[in-house]
């Protein structure tokens, strides 16, 4: 075996053990995300629960004022 074989060799053993590490770091990295994500989601499941039971309140509370307005108003132009 010449030396630039050698060097190649030792390059290329480097390198890929770099890559590895990296993979495996990114794995890591993507479970803890994952795992904060589920966490996150639990706590703000609730709240985001109660503010669209509130958005289904205004929206019927808006549409019964709506209602009355309309048979308001046509009561005004009968009379």
Do not use: F, K, N, Y
């Not at 010449?2 to 590895?20: D, E, K, M, Q």
């Not at 709240?47 to 048979?71: F, K, M, N, P």
């Amino acid at each position: 075996m010449g030396p630039w074989l050698v060097v190649w060799l030792v390059v290329g053993i480097v390198s890929t053990v770099a890559v590895l590490a990296c993979l495996i770091g990114l794995l890591r990295h993507m479970l803890l995300l994952g795992r904060t994500v589920r966490q996150l989601q639990e706590e703000v499941q609730p709240i985001a629960e109660d503010v669209a039971r509130g958005g289904q309140r205004a929206s019927a509370h808006v549409a019964a004022i709506g209602e009355r307005r309309r048979r308001g108003s046509s009561s005004e132009a009968r009379g």
